[in-house]
């Protein structure tokens, strides 16, 4: 048989309270001074996020999506083409566009004659396209990307290379 368990009794207290009241006045006044700058310091940051988030949410809204987003051209190539035997019709290569706005050009002649190697024709044939006057004249759509390059790098005023395909 197993022996009978007896409890020690303890004398019962009272919990302490969690908080008690303040002994001195000059506790409770820097209490309520705490207190008070806590409440300024709160209301202040809740007032700046109001100012922040809501007033000027869409300015920063907007500066944050010019950050994000970049705007990227890039030309597509286009395939090969094929015949039904699998020989190859047409291969797409990058040219450069030449063109003259002929309003800036002061001497043609001149011009004419220092480009034509360039592009691989005559001065006779460019002569006619840069006298023009009308603003915008393509004298090759098809040249190879090196020789835009070349041409672009000369001082060749009102000529401008652009990006072909």
């Given amino acids: 048989m197993s022996a009978p368990i007896t409890s020690i009794a303890r004398p019962r207290v009272a919990p302490s309270p969690a908080w008690r009241e303040p002994t001195s006045p000059t506790f409770s006044k820097r209490l309520r001074w705490i207190a008070v700058v806590f409440l300024v310091i ?33 030309t597509a190539l286009r395939g090969a083409i094929y015949d039904r035997y699998g020989q190859i019709l047409a291969v797409s290569r990058p040219t450069a566009l030449v063109v003259a706005d002929d309003f800036q050009i002061t001497h043609p002649v001149r011009e004419a004659k220092a480009l034509a190697p360039y592009l691989g ?15 915008y004249v393509v004298l090759t759509n098809s040249l190879d990307v090196v020789d835009g390059k070349k041409v672009s790098n000369q001082y060749f005023p009102g000529i401008d290379v652009l990006s072909g395909s």
């Fill in 121 to 135: 024709t005559k001065a006779s044939l460019l002569l006619p396209k840069l006298e023009e006057k009308s603003g």
């Fill in 42 to 74: 709160v209301a202040c940051l809740i007032a700046r996020l109001v100012q922040i988030q809501i007033l000027q949410g869409p300015k920063y809204a907007t500066l944050s999506e010019e950050q994000v987003r970049t705007t990227v051209k890039t």
